[in-house]
């Protein structure tokens, strides 16, 4: 398994994170010998957004006696009344479902507190305003979180979240097709979960997630991927908007290759789903690669611009030509170089100045990338 800092936060993730809300309603004994599993094959990442008592305990079952080898993302919000789940802003019902949390899960801390599910700006303005995010922030001062999240599916609301400095980690739908969708068919489908794609109009990258995407990274802000499969919908060629069918290694590596992505949550319910899952990390290139998917699609004209694949790899100067592309990116969505980006681009151990204009990456390049120009403009850029 491989462990990404989550953002600023100092915190280390599996790459492929413990989604565990298919495990509400299952015994305890099999949601113990999933997470079990997980915890086996190297996952660290946990996220519990689920308020349902019987499963919060049943993973904290799970967990016992290797707490301290996991990373929970537990959320605030979430709460269970008249035997259903639900959302609040109420303050009391708020900490009374954390305390809840804790208890279940037999820990006295939660590495990331998520603040769940805010998706509209009345919703955003009263608990970011507010006693809830007070309260948020009086945790992480005592040590009970360590790290502030968000999750959302609304770029806006979470750009805002990010750009005001109110978060460490956001929690964010994305796969290729919400990159790619109007944002009011992404509400659509997120709403009306399970159906197809088929009315959903493809407009290019979204700009707004892209600009989200890049603040995030620029501002330490560590990504949590969930909906990294669409639901489903993109592993069925009749209901995906490519008209082919991706894989679920394919779907995960495409959300592991955008800017500040740190880990993504993959939904399980036995340990067999969980070695599908981190299968993942044990496969060639070639059966992640998810270039074809949007080759199928003519909508979508990714011509000269960089997806950070890496396809154009291996560079005889060793250069890591994804990462140098994504800082160059960055740093002229900002007009400037920001101090992270330029702490991170001093880290690469090769430098864009090391290009030797061989041109072979650019045989290489799915997506007819200048690559060369990007590395001189890189040099020009970073000075190295």
Known sequence: MIYRELGGTGIAVSEVGFGGEHLEGKESAIVERTVHAALDAGINLFDVFMSEPNVRTNIGRGLAGRRDRAVVQGHFRAVWKDGQYGRT????????????????LGTDYIDIGMIHMVDNKADFDAIFNGEIYRYVLELKRKGVIRAIGLSSHISSIALEAVNRGLIDVLMFSLNPAYDLLHQEAIEELIQINGTAFESAEIRGVSRARSELYRACDAKGVGIVVMKGLGAGLLLDAKRSPFGVA????????????????????????????VAAAVRYESLPERERDYSHIFAAEPRFNPKGHCMYCNHCLPCVAHIDIAQVNRYLDLAEAEGTVPPTVRAHYDSLAHKAAECVSCGACEKRCPFDVPVMARMKQAKAQFGA
Request: proline share 7%.
């Open 246 to 273: 991706m894989t679920v290694p394919q779907c995960i590596h495409y959300a592991l290759t955008r800017p500040a992505v740190s880990s993504i949550v993959v939904g399980v319910q036995t340990p067999e789903e």
């Open 89 to 104: 802003l109420d303050l009391a019902e708020t900490k009374f479902f954390f305390q809840d949390l804790l208890d279940r």
